[in-house]
């Protein structure tokens, strides 16, 4: 079903420019509303959340404008995690959820994301429903009272006590721990939940200012944090992205730590407490296949979907698995939450540190890694892959190159104007070979 706006995750774009404009907002903010009242009702209630980019006051007035407008109640956050707004969404019986944020993109970008009243990001067909109202000619004037919009203050403590309780945190005390807030959502929230349950915490990244969200630091830099484990002999270094949905750590040495191998010890720590649903973890076609090979070993099957944590978190609601993830930190505990959270699974981890008495360098040593090329182009359109031959011809040449030692994918990004060449293969050289070969084909022909 395709969409003009919506994307992999939401509307995104560049602030000021369409479709992330003011006058779109308030279009957005109408057309939620109006597919709301599809019920029947009109005085639904809708939480709205932002990260700390410059433009999420912007975005933020006109959606509330848009919905006060067709006579809903709007309950505003301030920054905070889009894990938050979520979880708020359901736990006070919203009637949908409102994220601004363009999660690990620069501050010059922002986005929206639409939760349902079950936390869940909405389905296809009511995106697609709410497209068509934003992108109509006329929309008829309101009628009825208008809503209103207040700010709940306590957000982010229900956020903290709903957090702390779902990942079963024992006591982190003894623990030294350097947390990496990307000056984004996550800033203030992070290091105080860590705090509370007694680690010694060291802050990093904490002091947004609008433009600094993402810019040399979190989840896209987690070398800062690595740097600052081996300054402060930390036990572990935490680096969250813009919105706090994911996740990337590093040792006590310092070594960052691939996200495959966050997704493997997780699911080996579930299966032996018997707690892994169907004993398969979800993941995406990025992750390696050192993953896959290792599962295997403890009877844990992976199941493999296309790139985003909404086709994950679909999958494990399908059938009824209760972990999944991406390579890129996002992890998905569907027990306690319906989107992925950093910080949540931040604390799981120091828990199964805490409970089996290691050290993160041990747990993480649960896989072996293929060696992997993974490149991001501009380019200029996006017409299908397929239908280009020269790309096409390239794919296929390393497909046979690589025969059972390996793989290649392909792909547009669904947020940026760029594709993504991943080569896999155990010759590290062929990889690389493979992966520039075919970068020159997208170079010749659709390159920006």
């Given at each position: 079903?395709?969409?003009?706006?919506?994307?992999?995750?939401?509307?995104?774009?560049?602030?000021?420019?369409?479709?992330?404009?003011?006058?779109?907002?308030?279009?957005?903010?109408?057309?939620?509303?109006?597919?709301?009242?599809?019920?029947?009702?009109?005085?639904?209630?809708?939480?709205?959340?932002?990260?700390?980019?410059?433009?999420?006051?912007?975005?933020?007035?006109?959606?509330?404008?848009?919905?006060?407008?067709?006579?809903?109640?709007?309950?505003?956050?301030?920054?905070?995690?889009?894990?938050?707004?979520?979880?708020?969404?359901?736990?006070?019986?919203?009637?949908?959820?409102?994220?601004?944020?363009?999660?690990?993109?620069?501050?010059?970008?922002?986005?929206i994301k639409i939760f349902g009243p079950d936390g869940y990001k909405l389905s296809d067909e009511l995106e697609l429903e709410i497209e068509r109202l934003i992108l109509a000619d006329e929309l008829s004037q309101p009628d009825g009272d208008l809503g209103k919009a207040i700010r709940i203050d306590d957000a982010?403590?229900?956020?903290?006590?709903?957090?702390?309780?779902?990942?079963?945190?024992?006591?982190?005390?003894?623990?030294?721990?350097?947390?990496?807030?990307?000056?984004?959502?996550?800033?203030?929230?992070?290091?105080?939940?860590?705090?509370?349950?007694?680690?010694?915490?060291?802050?990093?990244?904490?002091?947004?200012?609008?433009?600094?969200?993402?810019?040399?630091?979190?989840?896209?830099?987690?070398?800062?944090?690595?740097?600052?484990?081996?300054?402060?002999?930390?036990?572990?270094?935490?680096?969250?992205?813009?919105?706090?949905?994911?996740?990337?750590?590093?040792?006590?040495?310092?070594?960052?730590?691939?996200?495959?191998?966050?997704?493997?010890?997780?699911?080996?720590?579930?299966?032996?407490?018997?707690?892994?649903?169907?004993?398969?973890?979800?993941?995406?076609?990025?992750?390696?296949?050192?993953?896959?090979?290792?599962?295997e070993k403890d009877g844990i099957t992976l199941e493999t979907t296309g790139v985003g944590d909404r086709l994950v978190i679909e999958r494990m609601r399908e059938k009824g698995y209760n972990l999944g993830g991406e390579n890129s930190g996002h992890i998905i505990y569907s027990d306690h939450a319906t989107t992925?959270?950093?910080?949540?699974?931040?604390?799981m981890v120091l828990s199964m540190m805490r409970e089996k008495d290691v050290k993160l360098s041990e747990l993480a040593d649960c896989m072996d890694i293929y060696p992997q090329v993974l490149l991001a182009l501009d380019v200029s359109e996006k017409p299908p892959i397929e239908e280009v031959p020269e790309i096409?011809?390239?794919?296929?040449?390393?497909?046979?190159?690589?025969?059972?030692?390996?793989?290649?994918?392909?792909?547009?990004?669904?947020?940026?104007?760029?594709?993504?060449?991943?080569?896999?293969?155990?010759?590290?050289?062929?990889?690389?070979?493979?992966?520039?070969?075919?970068?020159?084909?997208?170079?010749?022909?659709?390159?920006?």
């Amino acid at each position: 079903m395709s969409t003009q706006l919506f994307g992999t995750d939401g509307i995104r774009g560049i602030a000021n420019q369409f479709p992330i404009t003011p006058e779109v907002a308030l279009r957005i903010g109408r057309a939620v509303a109006r597919v709301l009242q599809a019920d029947g009702y009109k005085r639904h209630k809708v939480v709205i959340g932002k990260d700390t980019r410059l433009s999420g006051y912007m975005l933020e007035t006109a959606i509330t404008s848009g919905l006060v407008s067709e006579g809903s109640r709007v309950l505003l956050t301030g920054p905070a995690p889009t894990p938050a707004v979520a979880h708020l969404t359901r736990s006070m019986g919203c009637d949908a959820g409102i994220m601004l944020t363009a999660s690990h993109n620069p501050y010059q970008d922002n986005g929206i994301k639409i939760f349902g009243p079950d936390g869940y990001k909405l389905s296809d067909e009511l995106e697609l429903e709410i497209e068509r109202l934003i992108l109509a000619d006329e929309l008829s004037q309101p009628d009825g009272d208008l809503g209103k919009a207040i700010r709940i203050d306590d957000a982010m403590g229900r956020y903290i006590e709903f957090t702390k309780n779902a990942a079963g945190a024992n006591s982190l005390r003894g623990l030294k721990v350097v947390v990496d807030c990307a000056n984004g959502a996550g800033y203030y929230v992070g290091p105080l939940i860590f705090e509370e349950l007694g680690a010694e915490v060291i802050k990093l990244s904490t002091q947004p200012d609008g433009r600094n969200i993402n810019e040399g630091c979190g989840a896209l830099h987690p070398e800062r944090a690595a740097k600052a484990v081996i300054e402060h002999g930390a036990d572990v270094g935490i680096c969250l992205d813009g919105d706090a949905d994911r996740v990337i750590f590093c040792d006590e040495t310092g070594q960052i730590i691939d996200g495959d191998r966050v997704l493997c010890l997780c699911a080996k720590a579930l299966k032996a407490k018997g707690k892994l649903q169907g004993d398969t973890l979800v993941a995406t076609v990025m992750s390696n296949l050192g993953l896959r090979d290792a599962l295997e070993k403890d009877g844990i099957t992976l199941e493999t979907t296309g790139v985003g944590d909404r086709l994950v978190i679909e999958r494990m609601r399908e059938k009824g698995y209760n972990l999944g993830g991406e390579n890129s930190g996002h992890i998905i505990y569907s027990d306690h939450a319906t989107t992925g959270d950093g910080i949540m699974s931040a604390l799981m981890v120091l828990s199964m540190m805490r409970e089996k008495d290691v050290k993160l360098s041990e747990l993480a040593d649960c896989m072996d890694i293929y060696p992997q090329v993974l490149l991001a182009l501009d380019v200029s359109e996006k017409p299908p892959i397929e239908e280009v031959p020269e790309i096409h011809k390239a794919i296929q040449q390393a497909e046979a190159a690589f025969a059972e030692k390996g793989r290649v994918l392909v792909r547009y990004s669904g947020t940026e104007r760029k594709i993504r060449v991943l080569t896999e293969c155990s010759d590290s050289e062929l990889a690389q070979t493979q992966a520039d070969l075919i970068a020159a084909a997208i170079k010749g022909t659709i390159g920006a």
